[in-house]
């Protein structure tokens, strides 16, 4: 047998014994394993002491085993220490031979874990083209992620300034990241903590055993039966940020003696928060898993989980209206209906996912799995829907006092009394103003009576479905040849259907829905057919079709997505030095199904002819690589191929006394998403110009310091993302109709430091505590866009350039009796002074940490945070950062244009204190019952914005010189809250 | 310690009852129906309108406590009418300036409205008295009653009535002001070959500045320039001009057909225009304006009309426009024969 365990034993004292006779002499080995899931834990620290003197030392494998030999028989203290880990003290007798501990598992330290990553805030702007998604980081005994994983969750803080779907997340060995969008799939096991608890992480560029991974680490959640925390356990959390109330059980068995393991986690989170009005919880979660170990050599498992619910959701709002309402946590989703809350925005999943895995270990050093894996389900959004009829939404501009009058004259909005009147409602916050007037949209539809007396709603709820259907099929495996190699692989296909429909919600007391694209009629209100948004139902039936509850209507296709990709690493490791090499190939296609014929893109009928309506022809033509190509909406779009290939390498050094120096490097090649790649996949099979894919270049270097309870990582990183595309669709005032919006070739560069550190402190059991991410994510290219109308896709703007988008000049000003002047140099050309970089938003680009945290040894454990978060700026819209739009209608752009216009906004640093409190009790060292109590923004600072976005309208000014922004929209972080967590296990 | 267990967590429950209403209750019951509002009316239409005129023929902003009352004789449904609508009583019709888009969703036709006047404006636009509020821009004499607090607090929706009847007017009556901003119907009126449209040169397709580059095709030219719908579309507008209809148009120094390009196309802003047709009423023209983002815009008029073989009977409200007649259609229904059959179905 080959020893897989790689040993860095210091036995000096023990060589003077090494004559000794062999019976007086023996060992001891083990593995050194989390209690919470036995994951081995490596690198340890195991010292064996004899009345208080070091005998001897050395560290765990990587896969947590150590062996001492070559002791002399009698009566060891053990200790065992790992970062993040409460040390362990075992006694061993040594007895003539090498004894086998099997597990010495260590209690994670982080009592915190209790708190744990349910409370990410889910938000959901992807109405607003604003991907919120919080990146999470987990706990992993890494300092530094200790801290930023929940610590800084609240700041919406995007480690390294990295996107979510730049995190990988794998479930079982399977990436779970969205097919359609590559976002990071967390609320598929929202509330299901306890089954989804054990887990591991690599960090920025490392490897996994489980895949290839990004630039941003890659998390793999084990999610098997054996893998979850044996006994019963049940929580109870309150918390006033989100949700009222968490309720949680679980119970696993364990590995029984007849080789069957089964586990089982529900949880149920209800009501609402103490900020957001509107929001609220009907979550509820399952999770049940099977397993059965055959033999030494195979293991079979079966999960099944998913979190169905629904939640109200939150909005952004302007400045003007946070302040009007007096309350930056103002929601417009929601308004009083027979004087109750209702919200309009709500998000309704259910998503089971299902997953069998067979793992082999035909010996110790080789594993190997097939996983199947199958998401399905419905993922359900509501929303307003009306058709002509005024809009709806109590924050819509005309409502605010602004719309009326403006100080600069310019802006041509001169009647103060208007403005007197709109003031007044929201600053008495008249609800029917104020909010969303329910009463009122009923009676529009209990009146709307059509010809034949049946009551056509004007104003309906619909829901916008996104249906998965994600197959995953995974073949990994991994096994060390000889004593200095290991090696693991995989293969992964997936097949992926996801339906974008919408349905009839609810009719608000109407009997019925036309589905006509209320959006076609601002244009073709003449022409029947090409309002249509089921051209071939209304050409059977000579209308519309009268739409009840449930019903499908507006667009409705199929994105396809097929992958394949297959990876492996090799690890080669000499005493301390350690180097991996990974490599990755891929393919990947798409296309467009569309199930309905919509009247606006009608394309070819059936025999390859043009489409006509009452002599109307209703065909149109764009051109594609200069060919002229019929418009499609139904019917299969052309399938984009990518042939992705990606590499990675690693290098380490541990040196001795706990120091570890290692850096990586990757080039990736990924697959542009669905999601990017159609300009606008709700109406046509029209893809984005110059598809390319996403280049990105990554190098980390860093020191790791875990010894006598010292721990501590330094990291640089260095990021360059290049050629990636972005879809957006807005109104463009300057066109006066909806557009799309096509980006493409857009670079940006992350680099910069992290630093996290957990030292002891002058007292015992206290210890500083820190984290530091200090950044420059910018943007570094000129992207090109291309915009069309919508309802046409005739073209505004063919591959332009994005001019103002990398950054802005500033212009070299004096002043000049007192006024500022820009200066021009001898042509009468403005003189550009320098250039203002524009970064990537959303997240804190300097973050730092500082606590103390103190435990006691009677399970008590106290801690005191204090964060700053700086840097941060707000997420651009293209539209300004083009010439059309700075130039202003008359054309000429003038540096004040330029200034205003192209400016990024930048908020404002934020200092935050949070605390936590937490104890735990064991009773007969079998019941095990605690609490923690986490208090967040202790000194409830209500204007810490998280993000927001621009607008993409336009104001023209009384002088038709320039344009005027629309305001931009926030996020404001809760003030003060807390989250209450008690459990009780055994 | 199960005690405290048990207390936070009833306390978490109860501290916060009403948050957990839409967990439990997903869907608050349907609202009931709004009564209509009863109002006493203390001034009629026609007084209202003489205000203006007794304020020597400008706007004038009611500090008087005036509520007038009349039955909704339009609907912007259609898309004629947009952002108003006419009311009227006994003794005349006018024009309520209410900003809204689907106004007809509130008010029906002949569903009673009043108007607490205080506050709001009456003003003039090229001949037609309206009720609006103020414009301290001076641009107009009134702008629109926008904010739905403004018009919750002014105007009201009291109750359903049958739609009104519309009068019958001859020639004659054509003029007079107690006919404007009524429904009115006028018979037999012959297609009169003349149009009306402004539109707009847009060489650099900025669709801004129309000051500087509107154009005139107007009765001056050739008949109607081949333009034989009620109104134009955009789609309609960019087919008319690309069949060159208006080729032989002055625009600048040179005519519509210098800015025809290459591909066919013209460097001319494309945009939904509303055009005024020219009929005849015995002697007096009367121009039939419809607007370019009309449901009907582009709907021909019935080529018998458009020969002169046959005449219309339109129902509709009776406007003007610097002194000549002007009339808006509400709906195609407005559209009937001498014999009073319908053009359209």
Not at chain 1, 30 to 57: C, M, W
Not at chain 1, 149 to 164: E, L, M, V, W
Request: some cysteine; hydrophobic content about 35%; glycine content about 8%.
């Amino acid at each position: 047998m080959i020893k897989k365990v790689l040993l860095t034993i210091a036995t000096i004292l023990l060589c003077a014994f090494t004559l000794m006779a062999q019976r007086d002499m023996g060992g001891v080995k083990g593995t050194v394993v989390n209690r919470a899931g036995r994951i081995p834990v490596a690198h340890a620290v195991i010292t064996l002491s004899q009345d208080g003197e070091t005998v001897a030392s050395g560290q765990s494998g990587e896969d947590g085993k150590f062996l001492f030999e070559g002791l002399l028989n009698g009566m060891y203290a053990m200790r065992v220490e790992a970062p993040g880990f409460v040390p362990s003290n075992v006694n061993v007798t040594v007895e003539g031979y090498v004894k086998d501990l099997i597990f010495v598992s260590l209690i994670a330290e982080q009592v915190v874990a209790e708190v744990d990553d349910s409370s990410f805030s889910e938000f959901d702007m992807d109405d607003s083209g604003y991907d919120d998604t919080p990146t999470i980081l987990f706990g992993t005994n890494d300092p530094y992620n200790d801290i930023v994983s929940f610590g800084f969750s609240n700041i919406r803080f995007k480690n390294r300034g990295y996107t979510s779907e730049s995190q990988d997340v794998y479930l079982a060995g399977v990436r779970m990241n969205d097919a359609v969008t590559g976002y990071s799939p967390y609320s598929l096991w929202s509330g299901l903590n306890e089954a989804t608890r054990s887990k591991e992480t690599t960090i920025g560029n490392e490897t996994s055993d489980y895949g290839f991974g990004g630039y941003n680490g890659v998390t793999n959640i084990h999610a098997t039966p054996s893998s979850v925390r044996r006994g019963w356990r049940f929580s109870a959390l309150s918390n006033s940020a989100l949700y009222r109330l968490r309720l949680m059980a679980t119970y696993a068995s364990g590995e029984l003696d007849n080789g069957w393991s089964y586990a089982f986690n529900v949880s149920a989170r209800v009501g609402g928060n103490d900020w957001v009005k509107g929001v609220y919880y009907r979550n509820f979660a399952y999770y049940a898993g099977v397993e059965k170990k055959f033999g030494d050599a195979h293991r079979l498992s079966l999960v099944t989980f998913a979190a169905p619910g629904q939640r109200g959701a939150q909005n952004a709002s302007t400045q003007e209206v946070y302040d009007l309402m007096g309350d930056n946590m103002y929601n417009s989703n929601w308004g009083y209906q027979n004087g109750k809350v209702r919200n309009a925005r709500v998000r309704k999943t259910f998503e089971p996912v299902t997953m069998l895995k067979y793992t082999a270990t035909p010996n110790e050093d080789v594993e190997a799995a097939i996983t199947v894996l199958w998401r399905t389900g419905k993922n359900g959004y509501t929303a307003m829907d009306w058709y002509d009829a005024a809009d709806p939404r109590p924050d819509y501009y005309r409502n605010l006092p602004s719309y009326y009058w403006v100080e600069n004259e310019d802006y041509d909005r001169l009647n103060k009394e208007k403005y007197y009147w709109a003031k007044d409602v929201w600053e008495h916050d008249l609800p029917e103003y104020t909010h969303l007037d329910w009463d009122r949209l009923y009676n529009v539809n209990y009146n709307s009576y059509d010809d034949f007396g049946r009551l056509r709603s004007k104003y309906v709820i619909e829901e916008r479905r996104v249906d998965q259907n994600d197959l995953n099929i995974n073949a990994n495996v991994k096994g060390q040849l000889g004593r200095h190699v290991s090696m693991a692989g995989g293969l992964n296909f997936r097949i992926n259907r996801t339906e974008y429909y919408k349905k009839v919600d609810d009719l608000l007391g109407g009997e019925y829905y036309l589905n006509i694209d209320s959006f076609a009629e601002r244009d073709f209100a003449s022409s029947p057919a090409m309002v249509q948004n089921d051209l071939d139902y209304f050409i059977a039936h000579g209308e519309a079709k009268a739409l009840s509850r449930g019903d499908k209507y507006g667009y409705d296709y199929y994105a396809q997505i097929r992958n394949a990709n297959a990876w492996a690493k090799v690890d080669l490791t000499f005493g301390g030095f350690k180097a991996n090499l990974a490599l990755e190939g891929g393919y990947t296609t798409f296309w467009r199904d569309g199930l309905v014929r919509k009247g606006l893109f009608a394309g070819l009928d059936d025999n390859g002819n043009e489409f006509s309506y009452n002599g109307q022809v209703l065909t149109t033509y764009e051109k594609v690589n200069g060919e002229l190509k019929p418009i499609t909406s139904k019917g299969r779009s052309e399938a984009p191929e990518f042939y992705t290939y990606s590499a990675k390498l690693g290098l380490q050094y541990q040196f001795t006394g706990g120091h570890r120096l290692y850096a990586n490097a990757g080039y990736f090649n990924d697959a542009p998403t669905f999601s990017q790649a159609f300009i606008s996949p709700r109406t046509r099979n029209s893809l984005v110009p110059n598809l390319e894919t996403v280049k990105t270049a990554s190098a980390d270097i860093n020191w790791q310091y875990s010894n006598n309870g010292y721990n501590i990582r330094l990291t640089g990183f260095w990021t360059k993302i290049m050629d990636q595309t972005d879809m957006m669709s807005f109104y463009d005032d300057s066109q006066n109709s909806f557009t799309n919006f096509a980006m493409s070739g857009i670079d940006q560069r992350h680099m910069g430091i992290e630093l996290g550190f957990s030292i002891p402190f002058f007292v015992k059991n206290l210890s500083l505590q820190g984290a530091l991410s200090w950044g420059e994510y910018i943007y570094t290219s000129t992207p090109r866009m291309t915009q069309t109308v919508d309802n046409s896709a005739e073209v505004i703007f063919d591959n332009q350039i994005v001019p103002y988008w990398a950054a802005s000049p500033v212009f070299k000003t004096a002043m000049i009796n007192g006024e500022t002047v820009y200066q021009t140099d001898a042509n009468g050309d403005y003189i550009v002074d320098r250039w203002q970089k524009h970064y990537v938003p959303s997240t804190p680009q300097l973050a730092g940490s500082l606590g103390l945290n103190y435990r006691t040894n009677s399970y008590w454990f106290f801690e005191l945070e204090a964060q700053y978060f700086a840097d941060s700026y707000l997420d651009m819209n293209p539209l300004y950062r083009t010439d059309m739009a700075v130039a202003g209608p008359d054309g000429i752009t003038t540096p004040v244009e330029v200034d205003y216009m192209t400016a990024q906004e930048r908020f404002d640093p934020v200092f935050l204190l949070n605390a936590s409190v937490g104890k735990s009790w064991y009773i007969d060292r079998k019941y095990n019952f605690g609490f923690s109590l986490n208090l967040q923004n202790l000194t409830n600072n209500l204007g810490v914005k998280t993000g927001g976005y621009e607008q993409t309208r336009l104001i023209d000014s009384a002088s038709m010189e320039r344009y005027y922004r629309f305001d931009s929209k926030y996020f404001y972080m809760q003030g003060f809250n807390y989250m209450l967590n008690l459990y009780f296990r055994f | 310690m199960k005690k405290l267990y048990t207390i936070l967590l009833t306390a978490a429950l109860c501290a916060s009852c009403e948050e957990f209403q839409p967990v439990f209750t997903l869907k608050p019951e349907a609202p009931e129906y709004q009564k209509p509002v009863e109002m006493e009316v203390n001034t009629t239409i026609a007084a209202l309108k003489d205000m203006y005129v007794a304020n020597g023929n400008k706007p004038i902003t009611i500090e008087d406590d005036i509520i007038v009352g009349g039955q909704v004789t339009t609907s912007d449904k259609d898309g004629n009418l947009y952002k108003s609508f006419y009311i009227q009583d006994e003794t005349a019709g006018i024009e309520v300036k209410v900003g809204k888009n689907g106004l007809y969703n509130e008010y029906k036709l002949g569903q009673w409205v009043y108007v607490k006047c205080e506050g709001l404006t009456v003003g003039d636009y090229n001949g037609m008295i309206q009720i609006g509020y103020s414009d301290p821009s001076g641009e107009y004499e009134t702008s629109y009653i926008e904010h739905s607090a403004i018009i919750n607090t002014h105007v009201f929706k009291g109750p359903y009535a049958e739609p009104v009847e519309p009068v019958v007017i001859t020639e004659a009556e054509l003029h007079d002001k107690v006919n404007l901003g009524r429904l009115v119907t006028i018979r037999d009126l012959k297609y009169d070959d003349h149009v009306f449209i402004l539109a707009y040169v847009d060489p650099n397709g900025d669709r801004k500045d129309y000051t500087n580059n509107g154009i005139f095709i107007d009765e001056e030219g050739p008949d109607n320039y081949g333009v034989t719908t009620w109104a134009c579309s955009e789609q309609k507008w960019v087919e008319y001009l690309e069949n060159g209809n208006f080729d032989s148009v002055e625009v600048g120094s040179g005519t519509v057909a210098d800015y025809r390009q290459e591909d066919g196309s013209y460097a001319i802003g494309s945009m939904a225009y509303a055009v005024s047709q020219y009929f005849r009423m015995g002697k007096t023209d009367v121009q039939v304006r419809t607007s370019g983002y009309a449901r009907f815009s582009d709907t021909e008029i019935p080529q018998e009309v458009l020969d002169g073989t046959a005449t219309v009977t339109l129902t509709g409200i009776l406007t003007e426009y610097k002194g000549a007649s002007q009339f808006t259609l509400i709906d195609l229904d407005g559209v009937i024969t001498a014999d009073g059959k319908p053009w359209y179905k």
